[in-house]
Nanobody, 128 residues
């Protein structure tokens, strides 16, 4: 069974940084795309960032652009989300996701429905 395991969440103050990690259990991460999503209380799960493995194309939600960075490391079989200048509105459960759908080399993954496997989530709380 596919299993993604996130780690690195926690309680921080506004302006701090955190790095989230996500590893696949017992197998190699997808060669197509990886992503991070988040769900705040009372809100829908929303996209944060995605990365396509073949071309390395990244996509960021406007709310995190310039503050967050997604990266994928083959040797470590891990995808990261570096989060800087955190704000209270970044408070949410963060989920990593994996897509096994091959659209095209230059395709930009931006939709929740394009991702097939999900982790259990890690809580990020940013206090003001």
């Amino acid at each position: 069974q596919v299993q993604l395991v996130e780690s690195g969440g926690g309680l921080v103050q506004a302006g701090d940084s955190l790095r989230l990690s996500c590893a696949a259990s017992g197998r190699t991460l997808s060669n197509y795309a990886l992503g991070w999503f988040r769900k705040a209380p009372g809100k829908e799960r929303e996209i944060v960032a995605t990365i396509s493995r073949s071309a390395g194309i990244t996509y960021y939600a406007d709310s995190v652009k310039g503050r967050f960075t997604i990266s994928a490391h083959n040797a470590q079989n891990t995808v990261y989300l570096q989060m800087n200048s955190l704000k209270p509105e970044d408070t949410a459960v963060y989920y990593c996701a994996e897509s096994r759908r091959d659209y095209s080399r230059m395709y930009v993954y931006t939709q929740r429905g394009e991702f097939d496997y999900w982790g259990q989530g890690t809580q990020v709380t940013v206090s003001s």
